[in-house]
């Protein structure tokens, strides 16, 4: 493929956060993934991944939390590239910028997230014939939680996480995100809690409480609130021991339900509205017990193309954000 670029040639794809309403850990497998059963939400908490012509695979973070991410191999974002490039054997680079607002290592899948939008991303920019679905498969190979934002709603994931089924939910829940200051290494939560779990081995095949999907489907936030679980709840608390301090202040302060997401250390606060939302995350900060807070509503859809200057004659309105 060989084609002529101009300046303002660039797709940006926005692309959400993840929090897991369910997240139930089975037994390690031999290729050192653990069986999951996960119920994921999409929310209103974005990355924008702008790409641009280069000859080179270039990758640059912009935001507050840019010096956590490396350029390079680290980078999720750019293998993600870098695999799209050869898999589809394009001969041009690309320049990726991702504009970060997730948080890193936070337990939001945010790695994972950028790493969807830059394939769904360069996939536009070099017009390559991959469908949602090849994308996702090939975001399985970079990484469990790689498909689902790509997919966005909510879903349950089987397997390591990446075997996804869309979900029925109704509504729209709001939420408090609680970030903390610290950061979680998600194998050393996992490692945490096979260490924790040693004795009692968990199960092979783990199971979504039927519950919470019932739950799920009505919309309704107290029911939904006080079926949320996390089986890396220990194990996260653990090498975050500040974290069920924060956890017990949302609770009383009348949140219907909280829960570390993914890995964690994020927690997110189950509310009914935005106002609820602004006014226990106020609390939360001024009593330091979360490093700061956002409201964000889920689900969401998944990774969407919002600006679309493609060489070939592909100009089209940008969607409203
Ligand atoms: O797939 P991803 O690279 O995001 O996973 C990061 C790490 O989390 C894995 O290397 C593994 O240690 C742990 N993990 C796991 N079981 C899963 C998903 C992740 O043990 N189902």
């Known amino acids: 493929m060989s084609h002529t670029f101009a300046t303002e040639d660039q797709v ?33 908490l974005y990355d924008d991944i702008t790409v641009r012509a280069s000859e080179e695979l270039v990758c640059e973070v912009r935001g507050e939390q840019a010096h956590h991410i490396g350029p390079g191999d680290e980078n999720l974002a750019y293998r993600a590239a870098r695999l799209l490039k050869n898999e589809y054997g394009v001969s041009e680079g690309i320049h990726l910028t991702i504009d970060k ?14 790493a969807a939008g830059a394939l769904l991303a360069c996939s536009r920019f070099w017009d390559v014939d991959a469908s949602l679905e090849d994308l996702m498969a090939l975001g399985s190979r970079l990484g469990a939680d790689v498909p689902f934002p790509l997919m966005g709603g909510c879903a349950v994931g089987l397997g390591r996480g990446e075997t996804l089924t869309p979900a029925l939910s109704r509504g729209t829940f709001h939420w408090v995100l609680a970030l903390s200051s610290t950061q979680l290494s998600t194998p050393e939560v996992f490692q945490r809690f096979d260490e924790l779990t040693g004795h009692h081995p968990p199960p092979t095949t783990p199971e979504i409480p039927r519950e919470l999907m019932m739950a799920l489907t009505t919309g309704e936030t ?22 069920p301090t924060t956890i017990r202040a949302g609770v009383e302060l009348g949140c219907h339900g909280a829960i570390i997401s993914g890995s964690g250390p994020t927690v997110a606060f189950l509310v009914d509205s935005e106002q609820e939302a602004q006014h226990l995350g106020e ?20 990774a969407t193309v919002i600006d679309d200057h493609r060489p070939h004659g592909h100009l089209m309105d940008p969607v409203p954000a």
């Open 283 to 302: 609390l939360l900060t001024s009593l330091e017990v979360a490093q700061r807070t956002y409201h964000a509503v889920g689900p969401v859809p998944g």
């Open 101 to 114: 607002q997730i948080p890193v290592a936070g337990g939001m899948a945010g790695g994972s997230a950028d």
């Open 12 to 44: 940006r794809v926005r692309v959400p956060a993840k929090i897991n309403l369910a997240l139930c850990v089975g037994a390690q497998r031999h290729d050192g993934y653990h069986e999951l059963a996960t119920l994921f939400q999409a929310v209103s």
């Open 222 to 243: 107290k029911r939904v609130g006080a079926q949320l679980i996390n089986d890396l709840h220990e194990a996260s608390c653990s090498l975050a021991p500040t974290l």
